[in-house]
């Protein structure tokens, strides 16, 4: 596996591969106006995915959040809805090596506000109880364990395409282990949902959902498929992270937080690039569309004569789809849950509900 970082013709100075300093630096001053709510995200997901892969940062990697740290009771007294990333941010940076322990302060005034009581949904609720306790304090949800993982085991839905459920089931998944610092006994039916959802991110050929699954999959100590793993592999020559101003949010710069993240979490160099000084954009080349738009257009034009087969909606779908769609199902198709993915996502049992008669306001 090799990196390959090209830079445009604006580069400017750059470090010594690996050392993070830059892209800090990057992400804290030059990416998102600092504090608001893009920078907030951007960062935490920067320095938690750092922090996940037990990184210990010299001081002046980390002085450039100084600001941030030093203003975070400011922060929370006045933008209090932001409690769970500046929770996370203040927990992460200290993880890091950054001195202060401030977090444990923080959580008890997030605790006295009774801010927890407000969240709606029990994702937000598994984050929050996940951040209070590693900042020492305990949050009692009754009820919250049982749910999760009757969500995350209704196995076949994650192998239609859902952009949030499939972000809900790894984050689930990401909560109950504490990103991979605590061991996690999975029931089967949520083991297969993690598969069947890794099935759809290889035919989508989404990167960045498969590094995630492949987490979630190492986390709950299950076996990563050779063929996802290698996906996502493949994928670490193809960033291209250019001294330039990030105009908007379209970069891939999550895609290559995760990519680099699952790397190190299977032993490699994670984060051995060679970062320039100053602002950053990361881009990954990406097809117009995506193998499962193909293969999801050319199965509804099927209706009824749909099948769960494979090799037999192959057979009826090919003039319809690209060289790319093909090769891309049929490299799927040898791993042992495809057949299970591909009899759901084709929605063979699903009836047909028939015309829907149209009505007139107030009928």
Known sequence: MSNVVRFSSHARATTAPGQLAPLLAAFARHRRRPGDAFWLKENAELLGILAACNRKLPDLA?????????????????HPQYYRMLLSL???????????????????????????????NDLQRAET????????????MP???????????????????????????????????DYGRQPLDLPQPACDSLHLLGCLAHLDGNGDLLAEVCLALRFAGLPQPALWRQHVEAEVAQFRIEALPCADSSDAYHNYLVNRWLIDANGGQGFSDIFPVGPMQFSLPRNMISPLREWSQALLSLG??????????????????????VAQADAGAETPYF???????????????????LRRVGA
């Open 339 to 357: 057949q299970r993915f591909f009899a759901a996502f084709a929605r063979a049992s699903v009836p047909f509900c028939g015309p829907v008669p």
């Open 129 to 140: 109880r996940l951040l209070l306790a590693r900042a020492g304090q305990r949050a009692d």
């Open 143 to 177: 009820g919250l364990d049982a749910r999760l993982l009757g969500f995350i085991s209704q196995s076949e839905a994650f192998a239609i395409p859902n952009p949030r459920a499939a972000y809900d089931l790894l984050h689930v998944v990401f909560y109950l282990s």
């Open 62 to 78: 980390l002085a450039v959040y100084e600001p941030f740290y030093d203003g975070i009771a400011a922060q929370l007294a006045f």
């Open 90 to 120: 203040t927990l992460s940076l200290e993880a890091l090596g950054y001195p202060g322990g401030k977090s444990a302060g923080l959580a008890d005034w997030i605790l006295a506000a009774g801010w927890p009581q407000t969240e709606v």
């Open 304 to 325: 009824a004569t749909r099948s769960s087969d494979y090799a037999a909606m192959r057979a009826a779908c090919l003039p319809r789809l690209s060289p790319q769609a």
